[in-house]
């Protein structure tokens, strides 16, 4: 059974319209992340959230918001999506963040920006 | 700050051939490595990991050994099948990363034919 969840698989979406995506997991873990992977590239680290403590990754444009409503959902938000914004993006949690704990990827949602 | 440099793909190999992708990273003190790897449209799957210096990592056939020495974390698999085809990813989370950051390799494509 699906750990991390992911909604919507697929996204499409324009140039400035706001988008929101979704993950979830049942793990009962205390850290969730989000990803950016652009084609055959490394994913990268936007932001994570430890409970409800937000962390920012300096490098991260403002267009990228993220919600953390309950230990189970996490939302990432897409304030004016540009076509450089197409990408995968991926969802992950870890139990509590410490060095050598795994991370549980989602399938990730494929945002593309017309 | 961390790196981790892994070799350039694609490699191109036939079933039951061995493989391996070369990793090495730079980090302070001992990080903890990883090997994730990620199916055709998927997301990232834990593969297997090392925690401290001569560690070794196994699963489905794939290992890895944790070289403080060389710096180094090469994967290894004596013998692929059609199903190994897939983006391999080392990464690793170092000792002053907070709250599990992973830091990835580009990643190898592999590609495994019949």
């Known amino acids: 059974d699906a750990m991390v969840i992911q909604n919507p698989r697929y996204q499409v979406t324009q140039f400035g319209k706001p988008v929101t995506l979704s993950c979830s997991q049942t793990l009962n873990h205390n850290v969730m992340y989000w990803y950016q992977q652009k084609s055959s590239q490394a994913p990268k680290l936007l932001f994570h959230?430890?409970?409800?403590?937000?962390?920012n990754e300096a490098d991260t444009p403002d267009n990228f918001q993220s919600r953390r409503p309950n230990t189970s959902f996490c939302f990432l938000d897409i304030r004016s999506p540009g076509l450089g914004d197409a990408a995968m993006y991926l969802c992950a949690t870890s139990r509590d963040g410490s060095k050598g704990n795994i991370q549980y990827f989602g399938a990730g949602t494929r945002l593309s920006v017309l | 700050g961390n790196s981790v440099t892994q070799m350039e793909g694609p490699v191109t190999l036939s079933e039951e051939a061995f493989l391996t992708i070369n990793c090495t990273y730079t980090?302070?003190?001992?990080?903890?490595l990883f090997w994730y790897v990620q199916y055709p449209g998927e997301g990232l799957q834990l593969l297997l990991k090392a925690t401290k210096a001569d560690d070794k990592g196994s699963n489905k056939g794939f290992e890895a050994t944790y070289r403080k020495e060389t710096t180094s974390f090469h994967l290894e698999k004596g013998s692929v099948q059609v199903s190994d085809s897939a983006v391999y990813f080392c990464?690793?989370?170092?000792?002053?990363?907070?709250?599990?950051?992973?830091?990835f390799g580009a990643g190898t494509q592999v590609v495994v034919t019949p």
């Open positions: 959230y430890y409970d409800k403590d937000f962390n």
């Open positions: 980090a302070t003190g001992y990080p903890s």
């Open positions: 990464a690793l989370t170092g000792i002053t990363d907070s709250w599990g950051k992973l830091q």
